[in-house]
């Protein structure tokens, strides 16, 4: 009988040398593998060992394939890696009963990486200048795990660019030529981009903006070296005499070409914020000359002055005093014309007053018309006409009426005859004590008071007993109730009259008669116009 022996599995592409990149993506393929066995069925099963720890962090081997593979979870950095960045890898298969070994050398190779800027924006500031004038170390944060290469920087700002310079070792940026914002046109905030490029033509960009201040470049200056003012002695407090100026070349809109003025001494005169000088006092000088040597300054808002010499002078207030002259007193009837028109119009005065008080004399004194109006002075007169007698014609006398049959008188119908009235027997009774009233449970002042009913158009006003009525007793009790109704024909009529403790009285005024008044006929034969 012929037995089958197991035959070893021989590794059949080992021992081999492969160079390996860092920055592969993880779980690549870097290699396979492969082994044979004359015992076909038999399974092979690969494992794997390294010389160096740190290798099983970035490799390992697939047990039933024999591939290679990066690690799954960390990517492989040539700069972080142990010098040198070599191993050995130790690959065995085996059947399960016997086994071959061989090793793979492995060399991780370093790849040039992009140099990074830590952050996108950065920002300088610095005021106008000459040219090579720089801004100050911007500290730009590039990081490139090659710190062998060499790193270039260079700037781009738009139509700006020939303004500004870099270096491009360092990246410090300055001015190109002089830069002056009085120029009007200069920028004072200018966008820049920075690029950083390793020695691979690797690179990376940034933004960088650049902020140029205001310097304040030239002193405050006047147009004269010196000022002359001529002030009267009568000029009011407040009175503006002179206005003086400086100028500056630096542009009033960055704040340096605005000035405070100021003047010394300033106890007869002062000046304003724009530079007017303006009187104080000078009003005691009105007799004497006088002449002041002021100093005006003005001074910038960076505090940069100058200062310029006034001379105010204040002449002696002359006055010539005319020669006076008397006249002799003007008199109306001096000159010939004023008589001319004086006596004209003196006698026509005369002569309307005289036609006016006729005038008035015959409409008021003499006027005796009696028409509606008078037709000498127009004046409203009162027509009173003469009574006349109104004769009225006697009345017809009315027919008169035929007399009536007389009617035969009527016979008186025989009267009943009526029954005598009974007697009225009076009972007098002993009125007990309120003690015996108390004590007699049948008493009326034990009895419960009649409560009032809701009124009906019958029985309206009178209160019904709660209890059936009973007659009262055979005695009088001044505790009892009593309601007595008047004997009184109250047919037609809506209200009645009762006597008692509940009662009232009401009068009809409508029943009263009333009197008619009388009509009269009555004329005014009266007239008057007015």
């Known amino acids: 009988m012929i037995v089958d022996i197991n035959n070893d599995p021989v590794l059949t592409n080992l021992p081999d040398s492969i160079n390996v990149l860092e920055n592969l993506p993880l779980a690549t393929s870097i290699f396979q593998a492969s082994a044979n066995d004359t015992d076909s069925s038999d399974p092979k099963v690969f494992r794997a060992s390294f010389d160096k720890e740190w290798a099983a962090q ?16 960390d990517n492989i950095n040539y700069e972080v890696l142990p010098s040198p960045p070599s191993f050995l890898m130790y690959i065995t298969v085996t059947d399960g009963k016997w086994y071959d070994t061989d090793h793979l050398s492995v060399q991780i190779q370093n790849v040039n990486e992009h140099p990074v800027f830590s952050q996108t924006h950065y920002s300088s500031s610095r005021t106008e200048g ?23 920087h260079s700037l781009d700002c738009g139509s700006d660019t020939n303004r500004f310079s870099i270096s491009s070792s360092t990246g410090t940026i300055s001015f190109q030529g002089d830069y002056n914002l009085d120029d009007g046109v200069s920028p004072s905030e200018v966008n820049c981009t920075v690029t950083v490029t390793d020695a691979d033509g690797l690179s990376d960009n940034c933004t960088v903006t650049l902020h140029v201040r205001h310097d304040n470049e030239f002193t405050p200056a006047f147009a004269q070296a010196s000022y002359s003012v001529t002030v009267q002695s009568y000029e009011i407090t407040g009175q503006i005499v002179q206005t003086i100026q400086a100028v500056d070349q630096d542009l009033s809109s960055h704040g340096h070409g605005k000035y405070s003025y100021s003047l010394a001494p300033n106890d007869r005169f002062d000046v304003l914020q724009n530079g007017s000088i303006y009187v104080k006092n000078v009003t005691d000088l ?14 910038d808002q960076a505090g940069s002055s100058a200062s310029v010499p006034v001379v105010v002078t204040v002449p002696r207030y002359a006055t010539t005093i005319a ?3 008397v006249d002799r007193p003007y008199y109306f009837l001096d000159k010939s014309t004023d008589m001319a028109w004086f006596i004209p119009a003196l006698v026509s005065g005369l002569l309307s007053m005289i036609f006016f008080g006729v ?26 006409p003469k009574p006349v007698q109104v004769v009225l014609p006697k ?19 025989p009267a009943k005859e009526r029954s005598a009235p009974k007697p009225e027997i009076k009972h007098w009774t002993r009125v007990r004590t ?3 009233e108390r004590a007699d449970l049948s008493s009326p002042v034990h009895r419960e008071r009649p409560q009032p009913t809701k009124n009906r158009n019958s029985e309206r006003f009178i209160p019904i007993p709660a209890k059936p009525y009973s007659p009262p007793p055979s005695y009088s009790s001044p505790t009892a109730d009593t309601f007595t109704l008047l004997s009184r024909d109250y047919s037609g009529a809506d209200q009645s009259t009762f006597i008692g403790d509940r ?12 009197e008619r008044k009388t009509y009269e006929f009555w004329t005014d034969m009266t007239n008057e116009y007015v």
């Open 434 to 436: 309120p003690a015996e």
């Open 286 to 299: 009105y007799d004497t000359a006088a002449t002041f040597t002021l100093s005006l300054t003005a001074t």
């Open 359 to 384: 005038f008035c004399y015959k409409c008021v004194v003499d006027c005796k018309c009696r028409k509606p109006k008078c037709d000498c002075c127009k004046r409203k007169k009162i027509w009173r």
């Open 130 to 152: 000459a040219g090579g004038s720089s801004f100050p170390t911007i500290r730009y944060e590039v990081s490139d795990p090659d710190s062998a290469d060499t790193k270039t």
């Open 58 to 73: 970035y490799f390992t081997v697939n047990s039933s394939t024999g591939i290679v593979y990066t690690s799954s979870l």
């Open 323 to 325: 020669p006076s002259y």
């Open 395 to 413: 009345p017809k006398a009315l027919p008169m009426e035929k007399p009536k049959p007389k009617e035969p008188p009527m016979k008186p119908k």
């Open 503 to 514: 009662g009232y009285i009401e009068f009809d005024a409508q029943n009263r008669p009333q």
